[in-house]
T-cell receptor, first 115, second 116 residues
């Protein structure tokens, strides 16, 4: 089973709201990723948790905050977002981020709209 | 350093005709290469991958790709297009770096349109 699940599928929020996106995998993978994808563009990597150690894309604003409660779960906490943050947010997982043969498996995404 | 170039941003084919999506890469190390497909408002689905075994790789849904080191290419083909193949396709290169950051490098994508 190569399934990564994400909730919710759609989210509409105001700029003053606080919300969270959730991601789960039960493949025993030790690396999990958050990507942001704008229309007609490839995904852009935001955060990586590898063996529960966080790596951050320095260009991602602090209004995005990742959390990895355990190796199967990944959250993305959202606070004071801007309309330009509207995008498809993809979660992925892989066996071991330390090898170049590592394959990432993607979830279906959360479509986020910021009003 | 690594990079990937998808040579066509848009490909239009008739149903039942062959599909060719072109991908060139550069990498300082022996790379792994992947093709993913994304249908509208969906996640990315792995079609196939090359990880230094056989250079001709077969994937799902009748797709295959050939790794050509001398040409630094990894083109994706399918003998006969189906309407369900209409989607965005991403070529990805991955090679060893000092940390996990930036290891997966995406191409810009190729939009495939299939006409009846």
């Amino acid at each position: 089973d190569t399934e990564v699940t994400q909730t919710p599928k759609h989210l509409v929020m105001g700029m003053t709201n606080k919300k969270s996106l959730k991601c789960e995998q039960h493949m025993g993978h030790r690396a999990m990723y958050w990507y942001k994808q704008k229309a007609k563009k490839p995904p852009e990597l935001m955060f990586v948790y590898s063996y529960e150690k966080l790596s951050i894309n320095e260009s991602v604003p602090s209004r995005f905050s990742p959390e990895c409660p355990n190796s199967s779960l990944l959250n993305l906490h959202l606070h004071a977002l801007q309309p330009e943050d509207s995008a498809l947010y993809l979660c992925a997982s892989s066996q071991d981020a330390g090898t170049n043969t590592d394959t990432q498996y993607f979830g279906p995404g959360t479509r986020l709209t910021v009003l | 350093a690594q990079s990937v170039t998808q040579l066509d941003s848009h490909v239009s084919v008739s149903e039942g005709t062959p599909v060719l999506l072109r991908c060139n890469y550069s990498s300082s190390y022996s790379p792994s290469l992947f093709w993913y497909v994304q249908h509208p408002n969906k996640g990315l689905q792995l079609l196939l991958k090359y990880t230094s075994a056989a250079t001709l790789v077969k994937g799902i849904n009748g797709f295959e790709a050939e790794f050509k080191k001398s040409e630094t290419s990894f083109h994706l083909t399918k003998p006969s297009a189906h309407m369900s193949d209409a989607a965005e396709y991403f070529c990805v290169v991955s090679s060893m770096t000092t940390d996990s950051w930036g290891k997966f490098q995406f191409g810009a994508g190729t939009q495939v349109v299939v006409t009846p």
